[in-house]
C-alpha cells in the first residue's frame, strides 16, 4: 500500500522584486486567511504567508534568471480550493477592493460542470486562481476507499 499524501505543506516562490511581490502578497493572502511571518533562510530575506494547511512562503530570485513562463517546466499556476461558490465570490470581490485585478468569478464548464473561479497574476507573472470545492474533487476524497477517482 503506498504512502498517502495528505497535503500539500508548503510551496516557495522566487520572486524577482521582493518589495513589490510583498506588497501584491500583502494584500492577497489576508484575503485567503493567511498571515505574515518575516524571516531568512541561509542568508536570503523570506516571507511567509501561513495558514492552517499550508505555508506559502516568498524567497528573492538569483540575479540573471529567467522571468517566469508558465508554458517552461515548472509552475503554470496555483490554485487555492475554498469550500463554495460564494466563498469564491467574496474572495474576488476582497481582491479588488484591495486593489488586485482579479476577473470576475464565472463557471468554466470546459474544466468541469460546477468549476468556479477567479483568476490574477502575481508581479512576477505566476497565475494564480481561487476556485469552488468542486462535486467531483469532494466525492474523489471523501469516497477514496470505494475507487472514486478510477
Known amino acids: 500500500m503506498p504512502v498517502e499524501v495528505i497535503g500539500i505543506d508548503h510551496v516557495f516562490v522566487a520572486v524577482r522584486d521582493m518589495d513589490a511581490a510583498t506588497e501584491f502578497y500583502d494584500r492577497v493572502m489576508p ?3 493567511f498571515r505574515r511571518g518575516d524571516g531568512s533562510l541561509g542568508g536570503d530575506p523570506h516571507v511567509f504567508y501561513y495558514g492552517r494547511q499550508l505555508v506559502y512562503a516568498l524567497r528573492p530570485a538569483k540575479e540573471g534568471t529567467a522571468d517566469h513562463d508558465p508554458y517552461a517546466p515548472g ?3 496555483l490554485c487555492f480550493r475554498v469550500v463554495d461558490e460564494e466563498a469564491v465570490d467574496r474572495a474576488a470581490g476582497e481582491l479588488v477592493e484591495a486593489g488586485v485585478e482579479a476577473t470576475p468569478p464565472r463557471y468554466y464548464p470546459e474544466y468541469g460542470p460546477d468549476y468556479y473561479a477567479t483568476f490574477f497574476e502575481d ?4 497565475r494564480l486562481e481561487v476556485m469552488n470545492f ?3 474533487r469532494r466525492k ?3 469516497d477514496w476507499e470505494a475507487g472514486a477517482g478510477r
Open 140 to 142: 474523489i476524497m471523501y
Open 31 to 33: 484575503v485567503l486567511g
Open 75 to 77: 509552475l503554470h499556476h
Open 123 to 126: 508581479p512576477d507573472g505566476i
Open 134 to 136: 468542486r462535486e467531483l
